[in-house]
């Protein structure tokens, strides 16, 4: 159980596009969903948490228009990440947790942007 | 300093030793996390403790609340327990955002 999964894996595109990644609960029902991005040998860095049928809270120094995120139904959140620039690739991982507070995240598998 | 400090960075180990990695941190938790990254990304969950110890196959997590520590680990090694080991604490401030640790990079040689 408490299966994530994140689409696509594997994402290229030119400078100046939007792309959208999507991330999935498949066999629970997510209240709140994180948002991370992970730079080489670096550990994950919190984007954003979204809670379903509200705006997403921003960390401090992301940009909301730049990366936004909707979580429209409890089992599902999509990260746009919004004209891409070179410095926007990067590991993007998705986690999910079955209630607002609730102690255990489930992660996905990410997503490898490379933006040219 | 780090809220989570994990030790050590890296280790290399030979096929059937016995591993052990570890984890302090200096904020009250609610929870601590114990992940698994594999070189293509994916993270796995492994243990979720908040006290004692649990084990699943040859993995064994240990937490002592009073002295902020945990410690994974592994018996009888193998090249496929080779991958990247993350602690996340969940503080108990009241958010429920997770204090990652920055990894250990395990490497085990056959």
């Known amino acids: 159980g408490a299966v994530v999964s994140q689409h696509p894996s594997r994402v290229i595109c030119k400078s100046g596009t939007s792309v959208k990644i999507e991330c999935r609960s498949l066999?629970?029902?997510?209240?709140?969903m994180f948002w991370y991005r992970q730079f080489p040998k670096q550990s994950l860095m919190l984007m954003a948490t979204?809670?379903?049928?509200?705006?997403?809270?921003?960390e401090q120094g992301v940009e909301k228009d730049k990366f936004l995120i909707n979580h429209a139904s409890l089992t599902l959140s999509t990260l746009t990440v919004t004209s891409a620039h070179p410095e926007d690739s990067s590991f993007y991982i998705c986690?999910?947790?079955?209630?607002?507070?609730?102690?255990?995240?489930?992660f996905g598998p990410g997503t490898r942007l490379t933006v040219l | 300093k780090n809220e989570v400090e994990q030790s050590p960075q890296n280790l290399t180990a030979q096929e059937g030793e016995f591993i052990t990695i570890n984890c302090s941190y200096s904020?009250?938790?609610?929870?601590l996390h114990w992940l698994q990254q594999h070189p293509g990304g994916g993270i796995v969950s492994l243990f979720m403790?908040?006290?004692g110890k649990k084990k699943h196959g040859r993995l064994i997590a240990t937490i002592n609340i009073q002295e902020k520590h945990s410690s994974l680990h592994i018996t009888a090694s193998h090249p496929r327990d080779s991958a990247v080991y993350i602690c996340?604490?969940?503080?108990?401030?009241?958010?429920?955002?997770?204090?990652f640790g920055t990894g250990t990079r395990l490497k085990v040689l056959a």
């Open positions: 403790l908040s006290s």
């Open positions: 904020v009250g938790i609610s929870a």
């Open positions: 979204s809670n379903e049928g509200s705006k997403a809270t921003y």
């Open positions: 996340a604490v969940r503080s108990s401030s009241g958010t429920y955002k997770y204090i």
């Open positions: 986690s999910a947790s079955l209630l607002v507070g609730y102690n255990e995240q489930f």
């Open positions: 066999d629970f029902q997510a209240t709140t």
